[in-house]
């Protein structure tokens, strides 16, 4: 197959003016068919000539025949890029394959611990900076709070963290109603969900409620950026139904994430399962450039939510 358009990898050094991708029975290349970046054709003749200047994409675990390997062999002599299908999928769409732990070419299984306390630094430095403005604006959303609904103005839930270890996390009240995490269907926010207030609506659209986890970060619970701690009965359940989820608390969790920009609330399993696989994305490819491209990301969609909050809105 042969796909006419740029290879994506969200900021990695991938990237070729277009993409050769062998198709070859018996390997898993075809996937790479799915993704809707660019046109796809069939390529037949393991030959370099007259191919356009672009790199070449297989399935290289495969059992290839013995001219398509020599084909291989002298394309990348000839200076092209050839890559590993999963390479490509990865890249295109942002996420992980979750098959099996030996499939998912982590390497090494635990992210690089130099990034990891680079990264923590960070988060103090940052949560420091912050509290004085943070402070203020949590005052405001709390008086909003008590005018709105009764209850108590902040929110806390047991969430499974950082090495599986649990810890409670805090948010300001959006709900009439609240729990501790450990009632599996009352964890499961839905879009529609009646509980919500008029003033948590606007929070939670504008991602403010997650703000009083400033609190958790300074703790060392959590980090800014990182997959979002789930309630305990969930993550317990999730770890039942889906192979390798306990493996996402490798990192500390995170007010935003890559999931978060990329796929947004979700409710079901399928939902779940692909959520993973954006988490796993994070994990595997955890580096400064990620965790810039969530915050920008993260920064549109609080002004967009922001934005459509305050719009004048006409009959």
Known sequence: ???????????????????????????????????RGAPIFVMDNPSLESL?????????????????????AEAAISGRPVYHYKQVWEAETGKVQIEHMSENGFGALVPSFAYQKMKRAIDVVLSVLALPFIIPLMAICAAAIRWDSKGPIFFRQRRMGFRGVEFNVLKLRTMTESHVGDDRDLSITRNDDKRITRVGAVLRRTRVDELPQIF?????????????????????????????????????????GWAQVNQGHVADLDEVNEKLQYDFYYIKNLSYWLDLLILIRTIRVVSSGLFCEFTPRFQ
Do not use: K
């Open 1 to 35: 197959m042969c796909v006419a358009g740029p290879l994506r990898d969200h900021g990695n050094a991938i990237s070729s003016e277009g993409i050769i991708v062998l198709y070859r029975s018996g390997g898993r290349v075809d996937v790479v068919s799915q993704l």
């Open 216 to 256: 958790n970060i300074m703790r060392g619970e959590m980090s800014w950026i990182g997959p979002r701690p789930e309630a305990v009965s969930l993550s317990q359940w999730y770890e039942g139904e889906i192979p390798f989820y306990r493996y996402r608390h490798i990192v500390r969790p995170g007010i935003t």
């Open 52 to 72: 356009p200047d672009c790199a070449i994409v297989a399935d290289l675990y495969a059992d290839l025949d013995p001219e398509w390997e020599r084909f291989l």
